[in-house]
């Protein structure tokens, strides 16, 4: 498996290497067609001004008189010039000789027919790369000879061949630069990731001290700030978890204990006919069961939540009714614990749409704690009402209240402001989750010692 360090240097290093070859093979060719077409513009500069001047006199005269005028007027340093007769048989050439031979060459070809031609090459008499002109000798309307103009290139060569090695020794040096510095670079975006892995690896062996350091203000700089805020808040939900594991298997210990104990105080118990001792200890094992079944609920109920498979039996209710039977169920506690509820519901009807079930179990849940919550002496009040496009349910008591630093924590689920008290800590995270189920909102506001107010918002039905 490759690492992103070396695919990011790959990617950059064929990068610039295409870059280096479009570049350099783009100067390349502009050095290429400028020393040879310069040599080239310059053989054909010196052929027509050597036309101009001599084609009246060379056309008029034979062929071995025009060698002879050749070598006396026109012979000049830097190009060789050979005549050639009208098949492109070489007659004489500069130093005075007639070699045996008969030219092939484009340009000798484009001449033969009429034109002036020009061609870079290697010559096949001398054996060395040339660049040659040709131009025809006319008399009248026929082609007599052929005047040939042809340079070396062996300087150009030499020229041309040392741009092209340090044009090539550039690209490498540069291309090795990059290199470099793409290493560098890729380094330094790649150690943060390697650390952020490492911590990870910690945290995957269960080590959640570890932490991953932002050295730069960038998007890793702010994936290492990310990554510390999800090891904080995974290290707070370990510890809900644990302390919920913790407070669920002793609130599951404490009414087994009691229903084992009573079971078989009653089994083993030789006065039968003790009917208060019988019915107090049945009294037990009933709400001892009842408080058992209501933990386990609130697992299922969370476990559903969680797994989104939660039933919703939707229809079009009156928001006061379910609101108006969980007070009526639940004012028989009013005797018990001195607490009392005070019910007040808005004029006509509250349509919405839900679950009546739902919302009975959610007043249920809220109500009970603020039953638990409130001593002896307080009041609770339950109140509908309307605002703008919303049905409102409030539950506000004179209980104690809930700290500051709890507050924003009391929906999440686990959470328990204080350990000691009985509970699954799911009750409010329950609530939560089926009002958000309903398109509604649950909020909780409190002061420590004033009491605390939840308040359901839901969609409000509005009739025709």
């Known amino acids: 498996m490759k690492s992103v360090q070396t695919r990011m240097v790959l990617s950059y290093l064929l990068l610039i290497v295409l870059v280096v070859c479009l570049l350099g093979g783009t100067f390349i060719t502009l050095m290429w067609n400028y020393y040879y077409g310069s040599a080239q513009s310059s053989v054909k500069q010196r052929a027509l001004t050597a036309l101009a001047q001599h084609s009246r006199s060379l056309a008029s005269l034979p062929i071995h008189d025009q060698a002879e005028y050749m070598l006396q007027y026109m012979v000049e340093g830097g190009t060789r010039l050979q005549l050639l007769d009208s098949t492109g048989e070489v007659q004489i050439d500069t130093d005075g000789f007639g070699a045996d ?19 870079s090459g290697e010559d096949p008499y001398y054996s060395e790369r040339v660049t040659s002109v040709t131009i025809p000798i006319w008399n009248e309307s026929r082609v007599v000879s052929l005047l040939r103009y042809s340079a070396s290139l062996y300087q150009v060569d030499d020229m041309v061949n040392l741009i092209v090695r340090m044009t090539a020794a550039v ?83 404490t009414p087994l204990t009691s229903i084992k104990g009573w079971s078989e105080t009653l089994k083993e118990s030789k006065h039968a006919e ?33 797994a989104r498979t939660m039933e919703m039996h939707v229809e079009v209710l009156d928001l006061n009714g379910p609101v108006k039977e969980t007070a009526r169920q639940l004012a028989v506690r009013q005797d018990k614990t001195q607490v009392r509820l005070v019910p007040t519901y808005g004029k006509g009807q509250l349509l919405v ?5 739902r919302i009975k179990q959610v007043m249920i849940n809220l109500l009970d704690n603020a039953f638990k ?23 506000a008591d ?41 398109g509604g909102q649950l909020a909780v506001d409190s002061e420590r010692g004033a009491g605390t107010v939840v308040t359901v918002r839901l969609p409000l039905i509005r009739e025709a």
């Open 101 to 119: 031979i008969r030219y092939g060459t484009p340009d000798v070809k484009a001449a033969v027919a009429g034109m002036t031609g020009s061609w």
């Open 171 to 253: 690209g490498i040096g540069v291309v090795l630069l990059f290199l470099g510095v793409s290493l560098l670079l890729a380094q330094r975006i790649v150690r943060p990731i390697r650390e952020l892995t490492r911590a990870a690896r910690y945290m995957a062996e269960g080590d959640w001290s570890r932490r991953a350091l932002r050295r730069n203000d960038d998007e890793i700089g702010q994936l290492a700030e990310t990554f510390n805020l999800m090891v904080m808040e995974l290290s707070k939900r370990e510890k809900l978890k644990n302390d919920f594991i913790s407070s669920i298997s002793h609130e599951l210990r």
């Open 274 to 306: 003790d009917d208060e001792e019988v019915e107090m200890g049945l009294s037990i094992i009933s709400k001892e069961t009842e408080r058992l079944s209501g933990l386990v609920e609130d697992l299922l109920d969370f476990s559903k939540l969680s």
């Open 353 to 357: 749409r839900g679950d009546a079930n």
């Open 373 to 395: 919550f409130t001593p002896p002496g307080g009041t609770i009040r339950v109140s509908t009402s309307v605002e703008d496009d919303d049905a409102l349910v409030t539950v």
């Open 398 to 438: 004179t209980g104690c209240g809930i700290e500051e630093e709890d507050l924003p924590h009391v929906t999440d689920k686990f959470y328990k402001a204080n350990s000691a008290l009985s509970g699954s800590g799911l009750g409010l995270a329950i609530c939560e989750e089926i009002i958000q189920l309903h």
